[in-house]
């Protein structure tokens, strides 16, 4: 079983990657084969062109690093996301990976049929850490993933939501680690 971990912040060793890692170190202690974490920074991802093209085909018209990463989502047993709040949304990293999701369906947001045997109940979490101290603020990320869940019929994990403003500043957080180091858990745990 193979864990994926998606970080949508460019600050590597900030607060974001901090509680991704403890999420995959819990999904290795539940017994996963693998976990990996993708750094969306580190990623050439462009934004969805809405051509369409995608829905008759199943096959992203931009060509960049989504492929490598839509293979590995495909290959995994959960998907973990975890994304700091920038301007009460997620990073712009983070959004044009989601929107590059639109791959993933036909013409009537229905799976497309070569990907539905893969993605069918395929399990996905999130991790959110936002600046300020009511976590709320990240409630417009929270929307949007598990309103992808919804509509798709993915096994929502649920998310941690955790509040930090300087990097590291997580790790005094002890019930933020728990939470996600648990997410990780649940993700890898049948």
Not at 68 to 90: G, R, T
Not at 99 to 117: L, M, N, T
Request: charged fraction near 25%; include cysteine.
């Amino acid at each position: 079983m193979n864990i994926l971990g998606i970080l949508g912040s460019p600050r590597i060793g900030g607060n974001s990657d901090v509680l991704l890692s403890q999420a995959l170190a819990g999904a290795k202690d539940a017994g996963a084969d693998s976990v990996e974490k993708i750094i969306l920074d580190r990623k050439h991802i462009s934004g969805c062109k809405d051509c369409k093209k995608c829905k008759k085909t199943g096959i992203c018209a931009v060509k960049d690093d989504m492929q490598e990463v839509q293979k590995k989502i495909l290959d995994a047993y959960a998907v973990i996301h975890s994304c700091p709040v920038y301007f009460w949304s997620m990073t712009a990293q983070m959004k044009a990976y989601l929107d590059r999701w639109c791959v993933f369906f036909d013409e009537e947001w229905r799976w497309q049929k070569i990907y539905y045997p893969k993605m069918r109940a395929k399990r996905i979490g999130l991790i959110t850490v936002c600046g300020e101290p009511n976590v709320q603020t990240a409630d417009p990320i929270v929307h949007s993933f598990k309103s992808t869940a919804d509509l798709t019929k993915l096994t929502w994990l649920g998310a941690v939501m955790a509040s930090a403003t300087n990097k590291g500043d997580i790790t005094n957080n002890e019930a933020a680690i728990k939470e996600a180091f648990e997410l990780g858990r649940k993700a890898a745990t049948p």
